[in-house]
């Protein structure tokens, strides 16, 4: 009961701004899963959050770039958003968690534990992306570049899922992370609530191998790797929601051009360790020739097709975990993207509803704070910046604490 009081009031304060935050404890309970519906504490948990990839690489600069880290966590909660999707990866570069095969830097992974405490401390949960499909902050190529730079003969990054050496290389990360002891709280990151759950790699594709085979015994693989270090938490695998060829009728769904890409969305998704489906949906991107009424349109089937998937086939729930407009495309207006954000809103919404929290929330792609100019990709959104976006993404938080209610 006392678990409950503090969940609940926890989340009162940080949507309605009435009192004084009360952040989750370390100690508090586990995001889980029951049937098709996540439960914190026994209760059901429906959201709105966000992503911010950014975190821990700027927790690792300077005291003002660790600054922004605090700043936008606590913006976050105070406007009602209670999950948030980053990266617990570098590998190489500018501020490297891992600058070669199992070699971490201290400073770095104190940037990490820094994150997970701030979210702690401000009630928010954490999805962890464990490495990238693309090359930003390292991803495949570079785990392929180290294999060959150790001798190996390797044909392209898609031998990241196939060789042994850099199968390796990958599950050494995932242990290095899953049993970090946090600098600051003193836990093991296994053992630590406030992360919800683990990515093990972000928006994978392997365009090798159209069947998706290869993508398949590799999730199969990693999947129940992180699940023999790690039981408590929940699991997924990253995936944009590209219907592959288990169910070739679904494929009229995807995008142009995007049924191969090597991923087989319903296949992969029904292995036992992998907990909850993803998608992400950029249909200024995918259909980037079409009307703004073509791409909406495209929007909310593309979520339908999914939930659907999600309960008859599936039987797990699911996160829209990437969605968002670009300034950089032409024919941006704010308009045009609260009209989007609306319908995306609205559809999550209704269809929580309807699948009694199957479909448990949405990821806003991405939320910055002051001063990031630099890192701009068009997406992203200042919460301190008082707009009509901004507006919408409150209103949803509200929506969606008040709906988890009166779901059963």
């Excluded at 940037?111 to 999805?127: F, K, M």
């Excluded at 785990?143 to 190996?152: E, N």
């Amino acid at each position: 009961m006392a678990n409950k009081f503090l969940t609940i009031l926890a989340c009162i304060c940080g949507v309605l701004n009435l009192l004084p935050a009360i952040a989750y404890t370390t100690d508090g309970p586990f995001v889980k899963i029951q049937g098709t519906q996540f439960t914190l504490d026994g209760y059901p948990f429906l959201f709105n959050g966000f992503n911010s990839y950014w975190l821990m690489h700027m927790a690792a600069g300077p005291e003002q770039d660790r600054n922004k880290v605090a700043n936008v966590l606590s913006e976050a909660a105070g406007n009602g958003l209670t999950v948030c999707r980053t990266w617990a990866f570098a590998d190489g570069g500018d501020r490297a968690l891992q600058s070669s095969p199992g070699v971490y830097d201290e400073h770095v992974f104190q940037a990490l534990d820094y994150v997970i405490s701030e979210a702690n401390n401000h009630g928010i949960r954490l999805i962890l992306s464990l490495v990238n499909n693309f090359d930003d902050f390292g991803g495949r190529a570079q785990y392929v570049k180290w294999a060959r730079d150790a001798g190996t003969v390797l044909d392209s990054k898609d031998d990241f899922y196939k060789n042994e050496l850099v199968k390796q290389y990958y599950e050494n990360h995932i242990k290095s992370v899953l049993t970090r002891i946090n600098s600051i709280t003193q836990m093991a990151y296994r053992d630590d609530p406030t992360i919800m759950a683990w990515e093990l790699i972000n928006e994978p594709r392997c365009e090798s191998d159209p069947s998706g085979r290869i993508l398949h015994a590799w999730v199969q693989e990693m999947a129940a790797y992180t699940k023999s270090i790690d039981e408590k938490h929940l699991l997924e695998v990253g995936m944009e929601g590209f219907y592959g060829n288990s169910i070739p009728e679904k494929q009229r769904y995807n995008p142009p051009g995007y049924s191969q890409v090597g991923t087989d969305y319903i296949r992969t998704n029904l292995i036992k360790e992998i907990d909850f489906a993803t998608i992400h949906a950029y249909p200024d991107l995918w259909l980037s020739s079409q009307s703004e009424e073509s791409q909406n349109e495209f929007a909310l089937q593309w979520i339908k097709s999914h939930l659907d998937a999600a309960r008859k086939i599936l039987q797990k729930p699911l996160i829209f975990t990437e969605f968002g407009k670009s300034r950089k495309y032409p024919g941006f207006t704010e308009a045009n993207r609260d009209i989007f954000l609306k319908t995306i809103y609205d559809t999550i919404y209704n269809l929580a509803r309807s699948s009694n929290g199957c479909l448990a929330g949405g990821l806003i792609w991405q939320i910055f704070s002051e001063g990031m100019d630099s890192y701009s990709d068009g997406y992203e959104i200042v919460l301190t910046q008082a707009s009509s976006t901004i507006n919408i993404i409150i209103k949803q938080a509200h929506a969606m604490f008040e709906l988890a209610n009166t779901v059963n």
